[in-house]
């Protein structure tokens, strides 16, 4: 079983910024796509961004694009959300996810194989 350890969460007012972090084992995340998802109270999970597992591609959601950068750090098996100009909109719990191997964000965003257990993000206006 692999544990995705997520921190960074909090509240904010709007306009402001949060960087979420997920670290994985090394040796999984070598080989994994990473990324982010976030469900809002009453509403279904989405997808939010992607990096490919060697950090060469990433995809991001229409409504994060522009303010949301999604990063990975290989020294420390971390992945980064950066998140800026945040709206209330962004509230919701952030769940971190991965995927072996190379296969793009197509399938990571249909199944991925591993969740962190989430971390709450608030956005006051």
């Known amino acids: 079983q692999v544990r995705l350890a997520e921190s960074g969460g909090g509240s904010v007012q709007a306009g402001g910024s949060l960087r979420l972090s997920c670290a994985a084992p090394r040796r999984q995340f070598s080989s994994s796509s990473m990324g982010w998802f976030r469900q809002a109270p009453g509403q279904e999970r989405e997808f939010v961004a992607h990096s490919s597992f060697d950090g060469t591609s990433t995809d991001y959601a229409e409504s994060v694009k522009g303010r949301f950068t999604i990063s990975r750090d290989s020294a420390k098996s971390t992945v980064y959300l950066q998140m800026n100009n945040l709206k209330p909109e962004d509230t919701a719990v952030y769940y971190c996810?991965?995927?072996?191997?190379?296969?793009?964000?197509?399938?990571?965003?249909?199944?991925?194989?591993?969740w962190g257990q989430g971390t709450q993000v608030t956005v006051s206006s």
């Open positions: 996810a991965s995927k072996f191997g190379g296969l793009g964000v197509g399938p990571f965003r249909r199944q991925p194989d591993y």
